[in-house]
């Protein structure tokens, strides 16, 4: 069954992997340890860990051959590259979700903690790719399924930071900087979510919610801007 899957999954991201076991590794979530302890190989985090600095790099490589803009604006695109929720919106095109070895609870878990889990799936997968392809292969398969999505994301205006942006007016309108934060907490370690408020003040503006205190603090504070009409 595991081959089967391993194969459908090497052929939708075009690599074939010589140590199968690295990209078993990349699927293996560390809830599924906690049921199967027997299983001969270590959760995918370390692999996560490499996969995102491969990630960051390759997007900062392509971003600075391609394009002249100013630091601030590459650095807010890239954000938007590998963030969370692009992250595992990658992972629908390749229906990592059907490859993931999970616990039963975290099987049934549909919200957002498994975006934060399918998101850190495709940058163990990334770091799999790296240990048995090189850079090269995994440069390849970030351009095609994740740099691809940069014209969508200028077009949308989604690389905009709406923490720097909100904080900007905020000075400018009222002279207070604003202090995020945490209202609320929730879920195990690895798959934490977060609800955020913005202040100025005592008064709270905007609130929002995300899988990091980061993600919640930039949705708290688009919720503020269109609160406050900014």
């Known amino acids: 069954m595991y081959e089967d899957n391993l194969r459908e999954l090497e052929n939708k991201i075009g690599i074939k992997f010589k140590n199968k076991d690295l ?23 370390r692999l996560e860990f490499l996969g995102d600095a491969v990630l960051e790099l390759v997007v900062t490589e392509y971003l600075y051959e391609k ?5 601030g604006e590459l650095t807010s695109w890239r954000a ?9 919106k990658i992972s629908e095109k ?7 070895l999970l616990s039963r609870g ?15 799936a495709i940058e163990a997968l990334i770091g799999a790719i790296y240990l048995d392809q090189g850079y090269g292969e995994s440069k390849k398969m970030i351009n095609e399924f994740i740099i691809g999505e940069l ?8 690389h905009r930071d709406y923490k720097s942006r909100f904080q900007e007016e905020a000075q400018e309108r009222t002279g207070i900087t604003p202090i995020y934060e945490v209202i609320k907490e929730w879920g195990p370690d690895h ?3 977060f609800h955020v408020g913005v202040y100025l003040g005592n008064e709270l503006i905007g609130e929002g919610t995300g899988p990091s205190k980061q993600d919640a603090q ?12 900014w």
Not at 32 to 44: G, I, Q
Not at 106 to 120: H, P, S
């Open 67 to 71: 394009y002249s803009d100013p630091e």
């Open 151 to 158: 014209p969508s994301i200028l077009q949308e205006g989604a």
């Open 80 to 88: 938007a590259l590998v963030n969370a929720v692009m992250l595992s």
């Open 23 to 45: 990209l078993l590794q990349a699927l293996t979530h560390r809830s599924y340890l906690n049921e199967n302890p027997a299983w001969h190989l270590d959760n995918n985090e």
């Open 191 to 193: 798959a934490k979510n």
């Open 106 to 120: 975290e099987a049934r878990d549909t919200g957002r903690a498994r975006q934060f889990i399918l998101a850190n």
């Open 94 to 100: 390749i229906d990592l979700n059907n490859y993931l």
């Open 218 to 229: 930039q949705v708290a504070a688009k919720d503020g801007l269109e609160k406050k009409g």
